[in-house]
């Protein structure tokens, strides 16, 4: 099975960027996808396809791709985007995984 | 809006199995996949499998050998059998669904903590 890792935390004050990396090998082959997960509450999807937003979810998120290694950018950071965060992949036969998952501070 | 709700006991002692089931409103269970995803306390997500409404199934790996997923379609409900249980296995699990084999998870039930304890 292949691994996705992320920074196990992010800090950054409110009105700043704050972006999270998701690194693995079979990330330039398969889409990556990007959770919210707020304490308490199941994970939200939030991007998908690398790069693509959901319905509903504010401009202020935004994904991109390079190499082995996906980023989602919080622009302009809300205190309401206090959250864990994970990236998830699978690959062509239909196994998936998580990253390890990063948790953004709010300072 | 589909809506999936967890159901099963919240304790479970070692080495016995751990069921739970998923139950899909709002929506056809047919036509798509159905996963479990768990989360031990304080950690991180792990896919347990998938179920396509059909009956194909596909396990993490790493638990293969003690997961069964099984389907209920007039019931619109979908099931996880774990065996063996450890208190490693104590996790928040969620049910989930997927629209096709290597898409996202984007519908969620709210999740249901099981415990394994004596």
């Known amino acids: 099975s292949y691994e996705l890792t992320q920074p196990p935390s992010v800090s950054v004050s409110p009105g700043q960027t704050a972006r999270i990396t998701c690194s693995g090998d079979t990330l330039p082959k398969h889409y990556a996808y990007w959770y919210q997960q707020k304490p308490g509450q199941a994970p939200v999807l939030v991007i998908y396809?690398?790069?693509e937003r959901l319905s509903g979810i504010p401009e202020r998120f935004s994904g991109s791709s390079s190499g082995t290694t996906v980023t989602l950018t919080i622009s302009g950071v809300q205190a309401e985007d206090e959250a864990d965060y994970y990236c998830q992949s699978a690959d062509s036969s239909g196994t998936y995984v998580f990253g390890t998952g990063t948790k953004v501070t709010v300072l | 809006q589909v809506q999936l709700q967890e159901s099963g006991p919240g304790l479970v002692k070692p080495s016995e199995t751990l069921s739970l089931t998923c139950t899909v409103s709002g929506g056809s269970i047919s036509g798509y996949y159905w996963s479990w995803i768990r989360q031990p306390p304080g950690k991180g997500l792990e896919w347990i499998g998938y179920?396509?409404?059909?009956?194909?199934?596909n396990y993490n790996p790493s638990l293969k050998s003690r997961v069964t997923i099984s389907v209920d379609t007039p019931k619109n409900q979908f099931s996880l059998k774990l065996t063996s249980v450890t208190a490693a296995d104590t996790a928040v699990f969620y049910c989930a669904r997927v629209r096709a084999v290597a898409e996202p998870f984007d519908q969620w039930g709210q999740g249901t903590l099981v415990t394994v304890s004596s």
């Open positions: 179920i396509y409404h059909s009956g194909s199934t």
């Open positions: 396809k690398d790069t």
